[in-house]
């Protein structure tokens, strides 16, 4: 069974936890300008909504890229940037209707959510379970996703 | 059922891998001209840079992955398409017979109609060949002078710049990257560009390339400003933040300060230059089309199944005319991102699917020599309908969104490289954007906001 992020902004206290705990894991440094998840303050509101890839079946950045740096873990199901061939075009990052996949101008290649291989640094270090991993087939991100894939035309199964 | 595409970019790759996909069986054969493995052409900067080998720049690096495919990769050019009888004349005089035929021949760059075009030193930046060319005189010092200041021109100058060349950009066009961005972005890039310690000549006009006698280099290039008023150095004139313009302005409206007293009224510029890149634009390859019943314009036009007028071939990528998600007209966007859809959709539709394309966005990233930018969709606009921007000059940051109604339909971005996506997202889905609209007018930058609180409602109550 795959899992995959759950998300629940009213769990989330805007704390950055798992920004932190994504970029020192993913780039050795608690800079949440690195982090693969990022927290969208809706001040108005009080609202913190945490934000990434939802590893989504259309994969636009890995169809996208040029140069096949983007590829399937098949075992997480995670659409991960191969680092030794990304040329750092950015193509991806315009082609992502999410918004999910962005360039990390120090290390000149892309940066994208890669669910840690399986053990997400994010949801250990959520304090009030706004980011938990679980199955699949629970999360809501399937409706999520489904609701995207349905108003974003342009990709037939593959 | 045989399959045959004619080119093995990647519209051509990604179709033959979506057949084979749904298709086990068939028989599938990709025609290339070139020698080389599947490769992208859009990694020439980066190879030039020297960031990767040349091998980091094939499609796909698992050598045995067409084989294991069962997919035909053969080295041939294409003479002729024979519909009646299901054939292509092959360069080696062999025939080749199709059940369904994808042409997917790409696209060939432009040759100005400039002396000296021919010379040893002057090349394109398109194939591999070509890069290898450039590669071997863009050497540190190498004064080195581009024609075209396009797409393909701006991320180029990223991978020559890294190997300590002097270069100059010669540009017709009043602004750099015309096709992609408007005024203000075009302007500040350039600036940008001459900052990083680019010459950028606009308004130019390469008129000649000769052998130089002068013994600073190679070949002269000489190259005509239209309206432009020309300082004795005109080149380090450039070097000026606006140089050239204010020159002009200063003739314009009388002042003077920009124009040193002595210079003559001239607009012809010489340029010294030990390499000359040629990138200024490129045309869909339909050339071995005539004579046949495939309607072509600008590109081979297609119908939403990816169908050109004549049955059982199709077309993709840069040499396909199909159409727009914007305009619904038929366009040829010959960028990436497309070319990928178009092998996909096609590859459905010559498996007697009918799946529709809906039409391809057009959308372009660039790095500038470390400036970062990108355009999507209407970012000129339509008539009637609202716009805002922010300029931020001091910040090297722009934004710029156009609305039809209150929907978004176009942007422009500039020194920014986190959630562009999204605006493709916005865009594509061509989401309402309710009290969004007014919201973004008065702050354009909260638009990754109004994505998240418009389209992820299961996060968002």
Excluded at chain 1, 99 to 114: E, F, H, L, M, W
Aim: hydrophobic share 40%; aromatic share 6%; proline share 4%.
């Amino acid at each position: 069974m795959q899992k995959s992020l759950l998300i629940d902004a009213d769990k989330c206290t805007g704390c950055l936890q798992c920004e932190m705990a994504c970029s020192v894991s993913a780039e050795g440094s608690f800079n949440p300008s690195k982090s693969r998840i990022k927290i969208f303050p809706f001040h108005d509101e009080g609202v913190f909504v945490p934000y990434t890839c939802t590893q989504c079946d259309e994969a636009w950045c890995l169809h996208a890229c040029p140069v096949e740096a983007i590829q399937l873990n098949k075992e997480t199901g995670a659409k991960e940037v191969i680092n030794d061939l990304c040329v750092g075009c950015k193509v991806c990052t315009i082609s992502c209707p999410f918004g999910t996949i962005n360039y990390n101008a120090d290390s000149g290649k892309v940066i994208k959510c890669d669910l840690c291989g399986g053990d997400p640094e994010c949801a250990k270090a959520c304090p009030t379970d706004a980011i938990t991993y679980v199955d699949a087939n629970w999360t809501g991100y399937d409706k999520m996703k489904a609701s995207a894939a349905k108003a974003i035309p342009g990709q037939p199964a593959s | 059922m045989h399959h045959v595409i004619i080119g093995a970019g990647p519209a051509g790759v990604v179709a033959a891998e979506t057949l084979r996909k749904a298709d086990p069986s068939a028989k599938i054969t990709i025609l290339g001209k070139e020698k080389e493995p599947p490769y992208s052409r859009m990694a020439i900067p980066y190879k030039l840079k020297g960031k990767i080998e040349e091998e980091g720049m094939y499609l796909r690096h698992d050598t045995e992955h067409f084989k294991a495919l069962d997919i035909d990769i053969r080295q041939v050019n294409v003479d002729k398409i024979n519909s009646d009888s299901k054939t292509v004349d092959l360069s080696d005089g062999s025939q080749q017979g199709y059940d369904k035929l994808l042409i997917a021949t790409g696209a060939t760059p432009l040759t100005p109609p400039v002396k000296g075009m021919e010379l040893p030193g002057v090349h394109k930046s398109w194939t591999m060949d070509d890069m290898r060319g450039i590669e071997s005189l863009a050497t540190k010092g190498a004064k080195v002078v581009q024609i075209g200041a396009g797409f393909i021109a701006c991320t180029n100058m990223e991978g020559i710049v890294a190997r300590g060349v002097e270069l100059t950009i010669v540009e017709m066009e009043d602004r750099m990257v015309p096709r992609m961005m408007d005024e203000i972005a075009g302007n500040m890039i350039k600036d940008w560009c001459i900052d990083q310690g680019v010459n950028v000549l606009t308004n130019g006009m390469v008129t000649s390339i000769e052998e130089s006698s002068n013994g600073a280099s190679r070949y002269q290039v000489t190259v005509k400003q239209k309206g432009a008023v020309a300082a004795a150095e005109p080149v380090a004139e450039a070097k000026e933040s606006g140089g050239i313009l204010s020159a002009i302005k200063d003739a314009l409206f009388g002042g003077g300060s920009a124009v040193p007293e002595t210079a003559p009224v001239s607009d012809e510029v010489k340029l010294d230059a030990d390499l000359v890149i040629v990138a200024t634009g490129v045309r869909a390859n339909t050339g071995f089309l005539e004579g046949t019943d495939i309607a072509v314009d600008q590109g081979i036009l297609i119908n939403e199944n990816m169908e050109t007028s004549v049955a059982d071939i199709y077309a993709a990528g840069d040499c396909a005319q199909g159409k727009d998600f914007s305009t619904g007209q038929q366009e040829v966007h010959a960028i990436q991102p497309v070319a990928v859809e178009h092998g996909r959709f096609a590859a459905q539709n010559m498996l007697g699917r009918s799946v529709e394309n809906p039409g391809s966005l057009n959308m372009n990233v660039l790095d500038a020599v470390g400036l970062i930018s990108c355009s999507y969709g209407l970012w000129m606009g339509v008539e009637g309908g609202d716009s805002v921007k922010v300029v931020e000059k001091d910040m090297w940051r722009y934004l710029n969104l156009q609305f039809d109604g209150d929907v978004l339909v176009g942007s422009t971005a500039i020194g920014t490289a986190q959630h562009m996506g999204a605006m493709r997202g916005l865009i594509q889905m061509r989401v309402n954007l309710g009290e969004w609209k007014s919201i973004l007018m008065e702050e354009p930058t909260r638009v990754m906001e109004a994505y998240l609180a418009l389209t992820q409602s299961t996060v968002i109550k």
